[in-house]
């Protein structure tokens, strides 16, 4: 059974009082627990049965500029003291840190710690019923097709959790979460040719789910259009990111934006702030206080109150991602994005997929990336790739065994459209991407 959100307020508030005791001049903790069911189904048997429970906790604390940090999954009284000790001897032989410190009071969540954002939705599940949803979501893959021969299997996971963070300031807040997922992983075969391909969907509320045949029809859907896979040869031409793969565009650039990427000067867009790195139609934003949001939460990992706003704007960068401590390495306020951007969205251009394979006429859809070719310093961006070549604005044939490359900075000035093909699973919202050009390189 999970601790409640007012047992871990406890947990937070005997943290402090410890600090206090110890001597520290200020302190903040958080403390969680999560628990939950994993089930997965291979060919129509159940594989595996996985019951989750975790907890943990973690103070930090201050000795003027001094910090030190520990933590513990045991939430047991002796384990709370020991922790809170060990992180007083850390911060006691720390450097001075003149940027370190507690969120700015004025800055914190005060006014909504208690905030429902609606993200608890417990799904009372059976590991029968769970068997049951996955075996009608596999069971929809492996009938989609015949040259469906294989399969990975269906997972089910249910989770719920509490997570209370609190600090020597006085503010306190927590809430409990709830998310649920569904996923398929299946081979096509057709001759020589053979490919794998998945889908899935994660929501707060169980309700929300996609319904199991549905997550499975696509998956196989999406194996089945791999078959034939051809090599291409080596050319210039436009590309068009996939909804799902675009995501990983959207992360680079926010990974730019980050403030401690920016005071390491370890960011390909360094001291960008109010620069045109995009088309001036293009807006990036988070909105953290969407209901049921993936990454929803009133308040950040500091307490610093979080609200909707936008990261690009008119093409331009219109702020960093900011934690309090880089924020002050750079001479600005915190941003309220310590633990990073809540529910990110890309704004679309308006057009369909189909209307921007017309518009492409000739070039590459890619529909999966391999490899971890990107350069956060430079940009440079190298990575293996799988897809569509089109032709006349129309899927000629599925391509592998290929490698795209280009700059980050390039790409996003040559972004030409994003579609209004945003309903992807996730907390980051996006439709296709267009790159006016990139390098294929094939044989």
């Not at 090599?231 to 996939?242: M, Q, S």
């Not at 900011?322 to 001479?331: E, H, N, Q, V």
Request: glycine share 10%.
């Amino acid at each position: 059974m999970n601790l409640s959100v007012e047992q871990l307020e406890e947990k937070v508030a005997d943290l402090l009082a410890e600090a206090r005791k110890l001597g520290a001049s200020a302190a903040e903790a958080a403390v969680s627990t999560n628990a939950g069911l994993s089930l997965t189904v291979r060919l129509g048997d159940v594989e595996t049965i996985e019951h989750t429970r975790d907890q943990g906790l973690g103070v930090t604390v201050w000795f003027g500029q001094r910090k030190g940090s520990a933590s513990t999954t045991d939430l047991g009284p002796d384990a709370l003291r020991e922790t809170v000790a060990r992180a007083c001897t850390i911060a006691r032989h720390a450097a001075e840190d003149p940027c370190t410190g507690l969120a700015d009071p004025e800055r914190l969540a005060t006014d909504r710690a208690t905030l429902d954002l609606d993200l608890h939705h417990p799904w009372p599940l059976s590991p029968e019923e769970a068997a049951d949803l996955a075996r009608r979501c596999e069971a929809a893959a492996l009938d989609f097709d015949p040259r469906i021969t294989n399969s990975e299997g269906a997972t089910l996971t249910t989770g719920e959790g509490s997570f209370v963070y609190g600090n020597s300031l006085g503010f306190m807040g927590g809430y409990p979460t709830t998310r649920h997922s569904l996923s398929c992983i299946v081979m096509a075969k057709d001759g020589d040719s053979a490919q794998r391909d998945w889908w899935y969907d994660s929501r707060r509320a169980p309700e929300e789910l996609a319904d199991p045949e549905a997550i499975g029809r696509t998956a196989g859907e999406r194996a089945i259009a791999r078959l034939g896979a051809r090599k291409i040869a080596t050319c210039e031409a436009p590309v068009l990111f996939r909804a799902d793969v675009a995501t990983g565009l959207a992360r680079a650039l926010i990974g730019a934006l980050r403030g401690h990427a920016q005071y390491r000067q370890a960011s390909f867009l360094l001291d960008s702030l109010g620069e045109q790195v995009f088309p001036d139609w293009v807006r990036i934003h988070e909105d953290p206080l969407l209901p049921r949001g993936l990454a929803s939460a009133p308040f950040d990992n500091e307490g610093v109150a979080t609200r909707a706003q936008d990261f690009i704007h008119q093409g331009q960068v219109a702020r960093y991602v900011l934690d309090s401590y880089s924020a002050r390495k750079l001479g600005l306020q915190s941003t309220g994005n310590a633990g990073g951007a809540r529910n990110l969205a890309v704004e679309s251009s308006g057009q369909s997929f189909d209307a921007l394979l017309q518009r492409m006429d000739r070039g590459l859809v890619v529909t999966e990336l391999m490899g971890q070719g990107v350069n956060p310093v430079t940009g440079d961006y190298s990575r293996g790739a799988a897809g569509f070549w089109i032709e006349n604005g129309a899927i000629a044939h599925p391509v592998e065994e290929i490698t795209i490359a280009g700059n980050l900075r390039e790409m996003y000035r040559q972004l030409l459209a994003v579609g209004n093909d945003d309903q992807i699973p996730g907390s980051l919202r996006t439709g296709s991407w267009l790159i006016e050009r990139m390098t294929i390189a094939g044989h």
